[in-house]
């Protein structure tokens, strides 16, 4: 599937722009970590940017978040590694990260709305003066963007990354798609 196509299956599926925008940042973060861990960037670009898809049809059951978005995609020939990925994601499927692009996926997904909130409370309210003290400051506080799961997003040490590292990556990548993503 090319990435054009996959944008407007994208747009098709999902009428929140927010959620258009946060699968581009996922979609940029997981290119970058493809890039950093020797991996296809065009696969991982795909998991990023469609792991949503099912999202406004299954937000009220989020047990079935990702196996309805695999179920979407089964016939449009993304390999079983994409659409496994997809399911993975989301800790309420059953299914677990088993391999690098799954973990990848795991704890990207957190971690771009982790960076958005962070944008969102800098004075700026863009992407381009945080850095990544900023960043680890807003981590450690408990009540800042609880809904961007802290292990979630440790688990980047799956891949290899420290915290450090990976917060970095994600928010290079993300300011790279700063104008896309409206930050």
């Known amino acids: 599937m090319e990435r054009e196509e996959a944008i407007r299956l994208l747009k098709k599926r999902l009428r929140n722009p927010n959620l258009i925008k946060h699968a581009l940042a996922c979609e940029s ?12 960037p065009t696969s991982w670009s795909l998991v990023g940017l469609l ?4 999202y406004e049809q299954t937000k009220d059951n989020p047990a079935y978040h990702g196996l309805i978005g695999a179920e979407m995609l089964v016939d449009l020939g993304l390999g079983e590694e994409v659409l496994r990925a997809i399911k993975a994601h989301n800790p309420a499927t059953g299914f677990s990260p088993q391999n690098k692009l799954e973990w990848a996926i795991f704890c990207v997904d957190p971690t771009s709305g982790f960076i958005v909130a962070c944008a969102l ?6 992407l381009a003066p945080l850095d990544l003290e900023f960043l680890l400051n807003r981590f450690k506080e408990k009540s800042f963007a609880r809904g961007a799961d802290r292990e979630q997003i440790r688990s980047c040490e799956e891949l290899g990354l420290s915290l450090e590292d990976f917060l970095s990556l994600s928010l290079a990548a993300m300011k790279e798609k700063s104008q896309e993503l409206g930050l």
Not at 51 to 54: A, E, N, V
Not at 121 to 126: G, M
Request: no cysteine; hydrophobic share 40%.
């Open 29 to 40: 973060i997981m290119a970058a970590l493809a890039r950093k861990l020797g991996k296809d």
């Open 51 to 54: 792991h949503d898809i099912d």
């Open 121 to 126: 409370i800098h004075p700026q309210k863009k």
